[in-house]
């Protein structure tokens, strides 16, 4: 397994930490980055198997489905 960046390692650590379920743009928020580019980190992070994403129930946010639970 490649070693994971600074990135994926912060995002990791609040994911684990993170009690309860949180939209893709709260992860962004918490971590100071943009909701696309901490997409593709948790995307990455899911295709080594470190975190399962999960859909936990849905809210319609400017047309998109937002909440997604992650374990």
Same mark, same amino acid.
């Given at each position: 397994? #490649?070693? /994971?960046? +600074? ?16 939209? /893709? ?10 909701? !696309?580019?901490?997409?593709?980190? /948790?995307?990455?992070?899911?295709? &080594? &198997? /470190?975190? +399962? ?8 946010? #400017?047309? &998109?489905? !937002?909440?997604? !639970?992650?374990?």
């Amino acid at each position: 397994m #490649n070693a /994971l960046t +600074e990135k994926s390692l912060a995002a990791l650590e609040f994911v684990r930490g993170y009690e309860g379920d949180i939209t /893709l743009d709260g992860i962004a928020a918490e971590l100071g980055v943009e909701a !696309k580019s901490i997409n593709g980190t /948790l995307v990455a992070l899911q295709r &080594k &198997k /470190l975190i +399962e994403r999960i859909e936990a129930g849905t809210e319609i946010v #400017n047309g &998109k489905a !937002k909440v997604i !639970k992650y374990i």
